[in-house]
């Protein structure tokens, strides 16, 4: 028995008061099966958000950029004059003329230079020098040897003639008086030949070492050295030839 006040206990049967209804009179027409139920699509799954996106760090600090070094002055270059500006209202100055060339001066002929003819060649490495010492020398040798010989020929063919019997080896030159003049003339022949075949070698050798005129300096040298020899023969063979017409031509 419980109290009507309260609910049932779960899991009792309901008894309502009277008798039981009764059965219906005719059996109910059978229902058509029962449709499922249509279910509503998958549930769409939430959108989750995106990945967080890390947070943009402060880009590394760029290192203060210090001060070039300071450049050295140069020293000695002359200082450039500041432009000051022309002052308002100066008069306008003409424009600088190139100075003129002095009276006299090369000028360039009109037209340019005119191009050279023919081939080029290669000029000398070289300087070619004078041969006027060479040329000296060998025109003192031909004094010495030609000239001289020659005049001291002449002179000993009148002293032949003039001492057709000779001249004794003694100490006595008194037997020259007859061919005084011409004993004179042949001393003279002598040593101007001797001083210019002297003058004739020295100026000769140099010419050949400095190579100013070295083959007449040559040529110069050996007339220079033959011509003792030239005049010695031509002073004896004139002599002889001298007396032997002075005896020729003696009273007998």
Same mark, same amino acid.
Request: aromatic share 8%.
């Given at each position: 028995?419980?109290?009507?006040?309260?609910?049932?206990? #779960?899991?009792?049967?309901?008894?309502?008061?009277?008798?039981?209804?009764?059965?219906?009179?005719?059996?109910?027409?059978?229902?058509?099966?029962?449709?499922?139920?249509?279910?509503?699509?998958?549930? %769409?799954?939430?959108?989750?958000?995106?990945?967080? $996106? #890390?947070?943009?760090?402060?880009?590394?600090?760029?290192?203060?950029?210090?001060?070039?070094?300071?450049?050295?002055?140069?020293?000695?270059?002359?200082? $450039?004059?500041?432009?000051?500006?022309?002052?308002?209202?100066?008069?306008?100055?003409?424009?600088?003329?190139?100075?003129?060339?002095?009276?006299?001066?090369?000028?360039? #002929? $009109?037209?340019?230079?005119? $191009?050279?003819?023919?081939?080029?060649?290669?000029?000398?490495?070289?300087?070619?020098?004078?041969?006027?010492?060479?040329?000296?020398?060998?025109?003192?040798?031909?004094?010495?040897? %030609?000239?001289?010989?020659?005049?001291?020929?002449?002179?000993?063919?009148?002293?032949?003639?003039?001492?057709?019997?000779?001249?004794?080896?003694?100490?006595?030159?008194?037997?020259?008086?007859?061919?005084?003049?011409?004993?004179?003339?042949?001393?003279?022949?002598?040593?101007?030949?001797?001083?210019?075949?002297?003058?004739?070698?020295?100026?000769?050798?140099?010419?050949?070492?400095?190579?100013?005129?070295?083959?007449?300096?040559?040529?110069?040298?050996?007339?220079?050295?033959?011509?003792?020899?030239?005049?010695?023969?031509?002073?004896?063979?004139?002599?002889?030839?001298?007396?032997?017409?002075?005896?020729?031509?003696?009273?007998?």
């Amino acid at each position: 028995m419980t109290d009507p006040q309260l609910p049932p206990p #779960p899991g009792a049967r309901s008894t309502p008061d009277g008798p039981p209804p009764a059965p219906p009179a005719y059996a109910p027409a059978p229902t058509a099966a029962p449709v499922p139920p249509a279910y509503d699509a998958a549930p %769409v799954p939430p959108a989750y958000d995106a990945a967080p $996106v #890390p947070p943009a760090y402060d880009a590394a600090p760029v290192p203060p950029s210090y001060a070039a070094a300071p450049v050295p002055p140069s020293y000695g270059a002359a200082p $450039v004059p500041p432009a000051y500006a022309a002052a308002p209202g100066a008069y306008p100055t003409a424009a600088p003329v190139a100075p003129a060339a002095p009276p006299g001066a090369y000028a360039v #002929p $009109v037209g340019g230079y005119a $191009v050279p003819s023919g081939a080029y060649s290669v000029p000398d490495a070289a300087p070619q020098r004078s041969g006027v010492l060479g040329s000296l020398a060998l025109v003192f040798s031909l004094v010495a040897a %030609v000239v001289a010989p020659i005049l001291g020929g002449i002179s000993a063919f009148e002293i032949g003639r003039r001492l057709p019997y000779g001249v004794s080896s003694g100490n006595d030159l008194s037997v020259l008086s007859p061919a005084r003049d011409q004993v004179l003339w042949a001393e003279l022949s002598f040593w101007t030949g001797t001083v210019f075949g002297v003058a004739a070698l020295v100026l000769g050798i140099i010419a050949i070492r400095r190579r100013q005129g070295r083959g007449a300096g040559i040529a110069a040298l050996v007339l220079a050295v033959l011509g003792v020899v030239i005049f010695s023969a031509v002073v004896l063979v004139t002599f002889a030839v001298g007396g032997a017409a002075g005896f020729a031509g003696s009273p007998a």
